[in-house]
């Protein structure tokens, strides 16, 4: 029994001894590899410290402001703006504090295509009182272009790139409602397509001579002749047109003031007047009434001038400086027939529709 005792007490004491805990041994440093293996991933989920900088302004924070600009698309400028936000002074007594409306996010139709036919060291606004479509109150031919005053010999530019159509005088070919009828004249034919998939042209007439000839490529801003008087012309003065589709028909014009870009600063308004029953007027006198900056204009018919195909404007008010405006109608007899209150962008169309009662 002694030596039973013995036994057993050498292999308890052996069993205590450190270097006799094989099963011990693994279970210790587990935490040390989980802890490892969970650590691993973490640089592939963090960026790195450079890129910090570009994540935290997020982009979708600054498209916010763009987002509440949408519903400007549905309303015309027509409606009376909310009586609050900066003063407009000198419109109405009532109207001391008007709230400005944000631009459209969509032009409301317009080309702006091309520039201006002559270098801004000479003049490059046309005559308001012979406009597009106008017969300068029942005295001319209605008018398919627009004419600018510069002194003979003025060099005409090209305002928008394309390939000459024709050069030359319009005896043997017409361009107009009989020969001679714009004298010495280009054609431009540009490398842009219309709404109804046709091609689009500028027509440059009673030069003094031209200095393009057919077939020939130029640039917008390239000069191209000369200011003359040949043809039916008044005066010294560049007559401007474009045309759509066919650059020899002589009632294929549409309005160039929604081509050519407003200057700095200014917008276009463009729109229909009617009558009762949704026939467009003619001849009806329209203004644009702000403190020192009024405009003229008269409703054209679509008789032998043509509007927008988008648009199918009867009027338009061109290079009119941003701001706030009363739009008023003028009936048959002088008086005031409509008023209403429009907002003007720089590089954008005002589009108002007005119906007159009888």
């Known amino acids: ?11 308890l004491a052996l069993a205590l001894l450190p270097n006799a805990m094989p099963e011990a041994a693994p279970n210790t440093p587990t935490p040390i ?24 302004p997020t982009p ?22 909310t009586q609050i936000g900066t003063a407009v002074p000198g419109l109405l007594s009532g109207d001391s504090a008007l709230w400005t409306p944000p631009a459209p996010t969509n032009r409301v139709g317009g080309n702006f295509l091309f520039g ?25 031919q209605i008018h398919h272009g627009l004419d600018f005053a510069n ?33 010495i004249l280009v054609v431009i034919e540009h490398p842009f397509m219309y709404s109804t998939g046709e091609k689009i042209y500028t027509l440059y007439g009673h030069m003094r001579e031209t200095v393009a000839y057919n077939g020939q490529q130029v640039k917008a801003g390239e000069v191209i002749g000369y200011v003359g008087a040949t043809g039916v ?21 549409r309005n160039p003031e929604l081509w050519l870009t407003p200057y700095e600063g200014a917008g276009v308004v463009a729109g229909i007047v009617r ?27 679509g008789t032998r001038v043509n509007g927008d195909n988008i648009l199918g404007e009867n009027f338009v008010f061109a290079d009119v400086n941003t701001g706030y405006y009363y739009l008023t109608v003028k009936g048959a007899d002088g008086a005031l027939a409509h008023r209403q209150m429009i907002y003007v962008w720089a590089g954008q169309v005002t589009f108002v529709e007005v119906h007159l009662l009888p």
């Not at 979708?60 to 703006?81: E, F």
């Not at 949704?278 to 003229?296: R, Y």
Request: one cysteine or more; charged letters at 15%.
């Open 116 to 140: 201006r036919p002559f270098s801004f060291r000479h003049n490059t606004y046309w005559s308001r009182e012979y406009g597009y479509g106008s017969t300068k109150r029942g005295q001319l």
């Open 233 to 253: 012309a008044l005066g010294a003065h560049l007559h401007l047109e474009v045309r759509i589709g066919d650059p020899e028909s002589y009632d294929a014009t």
């Open 60 to 81: 979708t924070i600054t498209l916010t402001p763009t987002i509440t600009l949408t519903p400007s698309i549905t309303p015309t400028p027509t409606i009376a703006p």
């Open 275 to 301: 009558d009762i029953y949704g026939n467009k007027l003619e001849g009806v006198q329209l203004e644009l009434q702000a403190p020192g900056n009024n405009h003229l204009t008269f409703s054209y018919s």
């Open 151 to 183: 002194p003979h010999g003025t060099a005409i530019q090209a305002v928008g790139d394309g390939v000459v159509y024709y050069a030359g005088a319009d005896v043997e070919r017409l361009f107009g409602p009989r020969p001679d009828f714009y004298g």
């Open 33 to 56: 590899r989980i802890a490892q293996i969970t650590a691993t991933p973490l640089p592939f989920f963090t960026p790195p410290p450079t890129d910090t900088p570009t994540d935290t």
């Open 1 to 11: 029994m002694k030596s039973l005792a013995a036994l057993f007490l050498a292999c």
